[in-house]
């Protein structure tokens, strides 16, 4: 004890001297203060602060505006705060208190000793203030969020010398995409310092940054890593989530860490690019063993792996076909497994189960079916979300080639800099990062089946110049090298852009253009089809079975008129999620989607009829995430609006006060 107190003086001593030199004397205090300390002091000194600055109560959120920035955030608090009350509960009565805020420094939620949080409310350590470095000078969250990593800062390190009493600890939680958005910050008094509160904070980020992966990959396939077997299922390991056609949708930072790699070498690349392993045979060895880990080899080294999530039922030459109702699926090893709902399979995706009925999209399948099996490209064009990629895919499945591989290209997700490499493929060490093996192309990953390369319009010049002589040669050089390699390929290309202005432009060759336009088809926008009851029936029964709802979904009149009459600006991929979220809403006795269960969106147009019940609730219906997660969404907001109010939310959202208790998660 004598020799941690020997320390303490050390370092107030030190202190002392540095903040002698800094605002005093206007020097650097070198070698007194961490590196990290002094970056703060004079980013702080540039920002106009003086130690005795004073905070303008300007800069609270009222209450109001306070609720509004928690249901921006909402995802983050619901993650997140579970994790503070276990914090908490490791720290109750050291007069400490444990706070979130988002990624501009804003305290969205505490828990804390009410004798801490009176000192702390006195400095504004409460819900609705902004701690970030421009306003509050050195603290441990708003450097951390401008360091992006793990920050303490003890008493007089704080640059407000009225901050001095503080001891706070503070971690960042990036999101699943690798985006900054919050930080999770144990404070206490200076007095009360403890060597283990860093370590704390950072691990109990890394739980919030794991149950936010894990719930926005719900769907996906979960590859989740380690070098050692044992740190599995720990907040230290690897997860990355794939898609069903075996590409890395996202990944997280331990990850990247334990492979040497970064975000942009391992996100939209084939999996095998990635892990230099069969997805597969990982799959199978999965469904064999549900919770089974695994050691592979990537490169010299040795990991451990374990699938997680949803797996799709079948896996042939490495490619992975799309998750079929019947998908078995593999929970998180801390997770009991459910069994699986029997359900009859749905009809396979294809020119005619895509046939609704309506006279535009009949007359494209027709154009369509005539090349079936003929060497001729297909171009679709159509409006962002009106079904080009599920055309592609119909087309695909309904002639020869359907067992082979269906291999799809984003034109626009993906950086310029990437798409040569995506397409073409590499050769061992053709630029830095690549692996020394090289890797297949799209185009080669292909090779028998069918290539589609969606948002064509925004492919760069210099690489339509290498398509069009991939297409006239039927053979692909991968970058680095020299030899080139037979392919064979049907080409389907899509775009919601007019080619034959960008030719006119000179944003794309002409040449291309009519090497790709063998043949055109043109897919109507869903406020133009006369089909939406039969598609919106189609797709609530898809999405009903893949829930396992073995009843037939129907809608009331009057939500039908609303969704026929509706303008769907965002097309069929709008009216999917309307669906989605729905049948979320629904108990798990109901069978029939009324007015109450849809957007209120939907009935803002002057030509709907005017809701006579209560309003709506308006979701968030571009949510990925499970049935499950969106009624929950959907029931919290409604919570939220009603002010706590059951009775209230109940009402709003038109279900009984035990199904929104079941939606919230607090019965059964």
């Given at each position: 004890m004598g020799r941690i107190q020997l320390a303490a003086d050390i370092h107030g001593q030190q202190l002392l001297e540095a903040r002698q030199q800094f605002f005093e004397r206007g020097n650097r205090p070198e070698g007194l203060v961490e590196p990290v300390i002094l970056r703060s002091w004079e980013r702080c000194h540039r920002f106009g602060l003086t130690e005795s600055s004073e905070v303008l109560t300007a800069d609270f959120l009222d209450r109001t505006a306070l609720k509004t920035e928690q249901n921006h955030h909402r995802q983050l608090l619901a993650h997140g705060r579970p994790i503070m009350e276990h914090v908490y509960e490791q720290i109750r009565e050291s007069g400490s208190m444990v706070i979130l805020a988002d990624a501009n420094g804003l305290l969205l939620d505490t828990v804390g000793d009410p004798d801490f949080v009176?000192?702390?409310?006195?400095?504004?350590?409460?819900?609705?203030?902004?701690?970030?470095?421009?306003?509050?000078?050195?603290?441990?969250?708003?450097?951390?969020?401008?360091?992006?990593?793990?920050?303490?800062?003890?008493?007089?390190?704080?640059?407000?010398?009225?901050?001095?009493?503080?001891?706070?600890?503070?971690?960042?939680?990036?999101?699943?995409?690798?985006?900054?958005?919050?930080?999770?910050?144990?404070?206490?008094?200076?007095?009360?310092?403890?060597?283990?509160?860093?370590?704390?904070?950072?691990?109990?980020?890394?739980?919030?940054?794991?149950?936010?992966f894990e719930a926005e990959h719900a769907r996906d396939i979960l590859v989740c890593f380690h070098e050692r077997a044992d740190f599995i299922g720990s907040p230290t390991e690897g997860i990355s989530a794939v898609s069903p056609d075996g590409q890395v949708i996202a990944i997280n930072q331990n990850a990247?860490?334990?492979?040497?790699?970064?975000?942009?070498?391992?996100?939209?690349?084939?999996?095998?690019?990635?892990?230099?392993?069969?997805?597969?045979?990982?799959?199978?060895?999965?469904?064999?063993?549900?919770?089974?880990?695994?050691?592979?080899?990537?490169?010299?080294?040795?990991?451990?792996?374990?699938?997680?999530?949803?797996?799709?039922?079948?896996?042939i030459s490495g490619y992975v076909y799309e998750t079929p109702p019947e998908a078995i699926s593999a929970t998180p090893a801390h997770a009991p497994a459910r069994p699986q709902p029997i359900m009859e399979p749905l009809a396979e995706?294809?020119?005619?189960?895509?046939?609704?009925?309506?006279?535009?999209?009949?007359?494209?399948?027709?154009?369509?079916?005539?090349?079936?099996?003929?060497?001729?490209?297909?171009?679709?064009?159509?409006?962002?979300?009106?079904?080009?990629?599920?055309?592609?895919?119909?087309?695909?499945?309904?002639?020869?080639?359907?067992?082979?591989?269906?291999?799809?290209?984003?034109?626009?997700?993906?950086?310029?800099?990437?798409?040569?490499?995506?397409?073409?493929?590499?050769?061992g060490g053709a630029f830095t990062g690549a692996r020394k093996e090289g890797a297949p192309g799209k185009i080669q990953q292909a090779h028998g089946g069918t290539l589609f390369l969606d948002e064509i319009g925004d492919m760069p010049l210099n690489l339509q110049a290498r398509l069009l002589r991939v297409l006239q040669e039927r053979s692909v050089t991968p970058l680095g090298s020299c030899k080139s390699v037979q392919v064979d390929i049907s080409l389907v290309c899509a775009t919601h852009r007019k080619l034959r202005d960008e030719v006119a432009l000179g944003t794309f060759r002409e040449d291309l253009y009519y090497r790709l336009n063998g043949l055109c088809v043109t897919l109507p926008a869903l406020r133009e089809r006369s089909d939406i009851q039969a598609l919106a029936t189609s797709l609530a029964l898809t999405e009903a079975r893949k829930n396992g709802r073995l009843d037939k979904i129907r809608f009331s009149a009057s939500a039908m008129q609303a969704m026929e009459t509706y303008?769907?600006?965002?097309?069929?991929?709008?009216?999917?999620n309307v669906i989605r979220v729905a049948i979320a809403l629904m108990d798990d006795d109901e069978n029939l989607i009324t007015e109450i269960h849809l957007p209120e969106e939907l009935f803002e147009s002057p030509v709907q009829p005017r809701m006579t019940e209560a309003t709506p609730m308006a979701f968030n219906t571009s949510s990925n995430g499970s049935l499950e997660e969106i009624g929950r969404q959907a029931a919290q907001n409604a919570l939220e609006s009603a002010g706590g109010n059951i009775s209230a939310a109940a009402r709003l959202l038109g279900v009984s006060r035990n199904t929104l208790y079941r939606k919230l998660g607090r019965l059964g």
């Open positions: 009176d000192r702390a409310d006195r400095v504004a350590l409460t819900a609705g203030a902004s701690w970030d470095e421009n306003q509050r000078g050195t603290n441990a969250i708003g450097t951390a969020l401008v360091e992006e990593a793990p920050t303490e800062i003890l008493g007089a390190e704080h640059f407000l010398s009225h901050n001095g009493f503080l001891t706070c600890c503070a971690c960042p939680i990036f999101g699943p995409d690798g985006t900054l958005i919050g930080v999770l910050d144990i404070s206490g008094d200076y007095r009360s310092y403890q060597s283990h509160t860093l370590g704390l904070a950072r691990m109990s980020s890394k739980f919030v940054e794991r149950r936010l990247l860490t334990l492979l040497g790699i970064r975000r942009v070498d391992a996100v939209r690349r084939d999996f095998s690019m990635v892990f230099e392993n069969n997805l597969a045979s990982l799959i199978d060895q999965a469904r064999r063993a549900p919770f089974g880990i695994h050691e592979i080899k990537i490169g010299k080294r040795n990991f451990y792996l374990q699938i997680r999530g949803q797996l799709p039922a079948q896996a995706l294809n020119l005619d189960t895509l046939n609704a009925g309506d006279p535009k999209l009949q007359l494209a399948i027709a154009r369509a079916r005539r090349i079936i099996g003929r060497d001729i490209p297909i171009l679709i064009q159509g409006e962002s979300g009106a079904g080009k990629e599920i055309f592609a895919k119909a087309f695909h499945n309904s002639g020869p080639r359907q067992s082979a591989p269906f291999v799809a290209l984003n034109c626009a997700a993906i950086p310029e800099t990437l798409i040569e490499s995506e397409l073409f493929g590499y050769q303008a769907w600006p965002g097309n069929i991929r709008q009216l999917n």
